[in-house]
């Protein structure tokens, strides 16, 4: 079951020129920042009240955040992640309903958190991200 909105995802090209923007402009606060290898993106995450926005800027040209940004070149909001209290059943729900899995099997997210996409093109051009805590996570 999908319990709240997690963040959204937000590709940029330098997370340091970005947090100039979310914290001097807006007010907010980068409250961690951690290096995803698997994703090939850096990542800071900036609470919203219970969201949290999360920048995403890549650390290889093969990184989907590049090519998201050779599309986008200013950048621009990446994906929509949802909280779901069983991941596993979230994605058998959503493939039985019709969805395209890009993740068949979660893999491993930001904040000891496992996550899975669904494509774009199946979810009305919104790429979408499941994620879930791992057992015993501390976040
Ligand atoms: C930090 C870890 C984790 C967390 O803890 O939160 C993350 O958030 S990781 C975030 C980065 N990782 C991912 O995005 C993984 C999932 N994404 C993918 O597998 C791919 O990016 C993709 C969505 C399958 C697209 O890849 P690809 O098919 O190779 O790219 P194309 O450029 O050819 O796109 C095909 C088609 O889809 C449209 N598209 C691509 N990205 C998006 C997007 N973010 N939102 C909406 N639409 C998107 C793209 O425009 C193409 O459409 P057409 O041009 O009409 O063909
Ligand atoms: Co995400």
């Known amino acids: ?3 709240n909105i997690d963040h959204l995802g937000i590709a940029v090209t330098s997370i340091d020129a970005a947090l100039g923007y979310y914290e001097k402009v807006l007010g907010l606060k980068c409250t961690h920042r951690e290096e995803v290898a698997s994703q090939k ?3 800071a995450f900036i609470p919203c009240g219970q969201v949290n926005i999360e920048l995403l800027e890549p650390t290889s ?3 989907p955040i590049a090519k998201f940004l050779e599309k986008n070149p200013h950048g621009g909001i990446h ?5 779901t209290d069983d991941i596993t059943s979230q994605l058998a729900q959503a493939s039985g309903a019709g969805a395209r ?3 068949e099997t979660p893999v491993e997210g ?3 958190k496992l996550v899975a996409f669904l494509h774009p093109k199946s979810t009305f051009g919104v790429l979408t991200e499941f994620c879930m805590s791992k057992p015993g ?3």
């Open 1 to 3: 079951m999908i319990t």
């Open 61 to 63: 040209p093969d990184s």
């Open 79 to 83: 994906h929509i992640a949802y909280a």
């Open 110 to 112: 930001a904040h000891e």
């Open 41 to 43: 993106v850096r990542t």
């Open 101 to 103: 899995l890009i993740n």
């Open 137 to 139: 996570a501390q976040h």
